[in-house]
Structures are given as structure tokens and as C-alpha cells.
């Protein structure tokens, strides 16, 4: 399969961004889809840059591609516009050897130990660490409402990998129960749910886990905060007071809160 051209990856910039970077953005975005073997049908890049200038890295690149119907993201934050696609072209050839690993062995041409390989292989971009925003700063300016995907956790993993996400909030389809899973190491993960199902009630997985035996807090939004802020933890996993459903409140790279609920 041809890789793209670079005409064909769509770039949006906000306020301050160099022209010049659009077409380097464009180019590098092709040039990393020479890696994929399946159709890519869709590339956009978004360059923007923090309102903030105490921000110590201002520019956000992300980068979202349709690969035969498998969406693929990443993100990262630099101190200025080139070096942030630079991080993002890295990033996304990560994923997508990720990816090519994963489909060889959905084909059936490597043993079941290797099929998960794609998981610990490739070391991951460290992630930023947070503005030290004042509590008193700090608001939710992100609310995320979806229906949570009834998957396994080796699906679980695979998604929270290729979307780059540092966590995922989903409905464990073994044990029906609302569950986040996130890594306690660059080959390890941990599984959180509302209330632990017995091992042998989940679906069957591959990935090296450790499970959690507590239950979920019972938390309004402003106990999530609290909580958040007191533990120094990158996100709070509770179960929402009011409506009974599972929610996770997390840090943004930004110094403020985002929260994650399900869809009634």
C-alpha cells in the first residue's frame, strides 16, 4: 500500500503557530504512514498553543489517522511548534508498529505469547508532567459523556494503547461491571472496578495485570476533586454519587480537571 501524500493530511493551527510548520507537519505525518500496510483514509494533525504562557510547553500537537476503520491518536506537548511534530512523528511510529505487530498476529502468523508483544516492545514518550496550577485556579474544563464499550481486557489495553490514553473507562464484558484499567509500569497493567468480580469471572486476558480487591468510592464531583488533589494521583476512579455510575476525574497536562462519565 502507498503511503499518503502530504497534501492529503488536513492540518489545523491555532493563534501562533509558524506557517511554515503546517507543511512540515504534513510531511512528517506522510512520511510515518509508510509503516502501515492497511489503508490509511484519514490524517489531520491539530497544532495548538496554551493560553497560558507560564506553561513551560505551550504547543499541543495531535494527530488522529483512519487506518482501514481503526482510529489511531496521539499526542504530546513541546516547548515550540516544530519540536512538538517532531515528538508526535515519534510517537505515532510507535503506534503504528504497535498496530502492524497486533494484525500479523490477529492473522495467525506468531504464537499467542508473542501476539501481545506489541504492548511491551517499544518504550513509551514520557508523559509531561503537570502545570503547577493553585487549587484555587483549578476548574473541570472537560466533560466526556460516551456510551463505555463492553470489551475484554486485552481489547481494553489494545485501545487505551493505540488512542494513546493513559487510562480507559470501560464496561468489563465478562463480569458486566464498569472497570478502568491503567499501567502500573511500562509492561504491567491494573484493573479497577466498581465492585471486583472474582478473577476467574473476567474474560480471559494475556496481558501481565494486577487487579484491585477495593471498591470504588462513593463520591459527589467535589469529593473526586478533593480526593484528587490530596492523593497526587494522575486521576481519581469513583463511583458518581448522584447518578451511580463510574467516573474518572483526571489531571490535565494544564493544571485543570477533565472527567470522564458514561452516557445514560
Known sequence: MEPISPQDVRVAVGK????????????????????VRNRVLYAKV??????DPAVARPVVAQATLDIS???VRAQVEAPTAREAVDLLETRLAHRLERIAQHWEARRGRMSTPVAHEWRHDTPRTSRPTYFPRPAGEREIIRHKSYTLSRIGIDEAAFEMDMMDY????????????????????????????VNPAPRE???????????????????????????????????????DAEHARAGVLYRRYDGHYGLITPAE
Open 46 to 51: 491539530r497544532l495548538t498553543t496554551h493560553r
Open 166 to 193: 493513559d487510562f480507559h473507562l470501560f464496561t468489563e464484558a465478562g463480569s458486566e461491571q464498569d472497570s478502568v484499567l491503567h499501567r502500573t509500569d511500562p509492561t504491567g497493567y491494573r484493573l479497577a472496578q
Open 69 to 71: 476503520g481503526r482510529i
Open 16 to 35: 501562533a503557530i509558524p506557517e511554515d510548520v503546517v507543511q512540515y507537519a504534513r510531511d512528517k505525518v506522510a512520511r510515518v504512514t509508510r509503516r
Open 201 to 239: 469471572h473476567l474474560t480471559p486476558f494475556t496481558v501481565s495485570l494486577t487487579i484491585s480487591d477495593q471498591d470504588a468510592p462513593v463520591l459527589s464531583t467535589t469529593e473526586a476533586i478533593d480526593r484528587l488533589d490530596l492523593s497526587g494521583q494522575p486521576f481519581v476512579f469513583f463511583l
